[in-house]
């Protein structure tokens, strides 16, 4: 079967770190992908993994593990404006689509 | 240079109704993928169109069908709507073959009574 687990909810501290994880089992690979969704929005891209090894973009960090079939997202010095619905999805082949795991909402609190 | 745009932004239907959804893609791209999220779902794959033709195709049934114009822009039809097809519907587009170059869209709220 195919599968992409992400935990449901995870919450933190303002100015706090959160990991959060991602396992897929795909047919095929092509790259990871990590979006932030605010409420009633359209995902917006954060990160796209394709090789093993850790992407740092500002706050925020994504690593990927093929092996593994594993993937984070690292929020560092987290924002109220941070609190979103996190998107892990994997792109199966180079034709662009996309297959999501159910999102992990992150609560920050003050 | 716009992004992707879609039209309407929130649309109210009755069951067994019909529904058309548009979408342009973000200037320079060519292909255009459709996803459909329900409340607290992540997005599902529904169709993606290349060169006016359906390229690839998720797990939905025939009463979803779409259509892709030479200018690239695309439209989302359902027909006979159920409850169930109520959800936000995202249209992507990319470059062919590049998928990690996809940008969506705003979505069009669906809600159908």
């Known amino acids: 079967g195919q599968n992409i687990d992400q935990p449901t909810e995870m919450t933190a501290t303002e100015g706090a770190i959160v990991q959060i994880n991602c396992t897929y089992q795909t047919s095929g690979f092509n790259g990871l992908f990590w979006y932030q969704q605010h409420a009633g929005e359209a995902p917006t891209f954060l990160s796209y993994?394709?090789?093993?090894g850790l992407e740092e973009k500002g706050r925020f960090s994504s690593f990927l593990s093929r092996s593994k079939g594993y993937s984070y997202l690292l929020l560092k010095e987290l924002q109220m404006k941070d609190s979103a619905s996190y998107l892990c999805a994997v792109s199966p082949d180079s034709w662009g689509k996309l297959q999501f795991g159910a999102g992990t909402q992150v609560v920050v609190t003050p | 240079d716009a992004g992707v745009t879609q039209s309407p932004t929130h649309l109210i239907k009755t069951r067994g109704q019909q529904v058309t959804l548009r979408c342009s893609p973000k200037s320079g791209h060519d292909t255009v993928s459709w996803y459909q999220q329900a409340l607290g779902q992540g997005p599902q794959f529904i169709f993606q169109y290349y060169e006016e033709e359906e390229r690839q195709r998720g797990n939905f049934p025939d009463r979803f069908s779409g259509h892709q114009f030479p200018n690239y822009s695309s439209e989302l039809n359902v027909n006979a709507l159920l409850l169930g097809d109520s959800a936000l519907y995202l249209c992507?587009?990319?470059?062919?073959?590049?998928?990690?170059?996809?940008?969506f869209g705003p979505g069009t709220r669906l809600l159908v009574l």
């Open positions: 992507a587009s990319s470059l062919v073959d590049r998928g990690e170059t996809q940008y």
């Open positions: 993994n394709v090789l093993d």
